[in-house]
Nanobody
Framework: QVQLVESGGGLVQPGGSLRLSCAAS????????MGWYHQAPGKQRELVAS???????NYADSVKGRFTISRDNAKNTMYLQMNSLKPEDTAVYYC???????????????WGQGTQVTVSS
């Protein structure tokens, strides 16, 4: 089982910055992929960025050049540095992991509870 603890959300003015963190703990063999999704009111949950255990990254077009995802494999922690924030970035941000447990050869998806990011003047 995996537990995810997200932190770093809040209210920021347009053009400002926030840094989200997601720390994974529990019993698992390996976390293959970590990522952030966001969901605005009335909209579907969408991928913001993801990173593999080897450091390969993927970003939504809307955040390229503004957001940077990183992870510390030793701490099983992922970060999302969000710069030049826009009102349209306002959403609940969810941490996501795809991990392998000790008891199965299959990969399992797990989501955090979400943290609110509000960009407003």
């Amino acid at each position: 089982q995996v537990q995810l603890v997200e932190s770093g959300g809040g209210l920021v003015q347009p053009g400002g910055s926030l840094r989200l963190s997601c720390a994974a703990s529990g019993s698992f063999f390996r976390i293959n992929v970590m990522g952030w999704y966001h969901q605005a009111p009335g909209k579907q949950r969408e991928l913001v960025a993801s990173i593999t255990s080897s450091g390969s990254t993927n970003y939504a077009d809307s955040v390229k050049g503004r957001f940077t995802i990183s992870r510390d494999n030793a701490k099983n922690t992922m970060y999302l540095q969000m710069n030049s924030l826009k009102p349209e970035d306002t959403a609940v941000y969810y941490c996501y992991v795809k991990y392998k447990s000790y008891s199965s050869s299959l990969l399992t998806d797990y989501w955090g509870q979400g943290t609110q990011v509000t960009v407003s003047s």
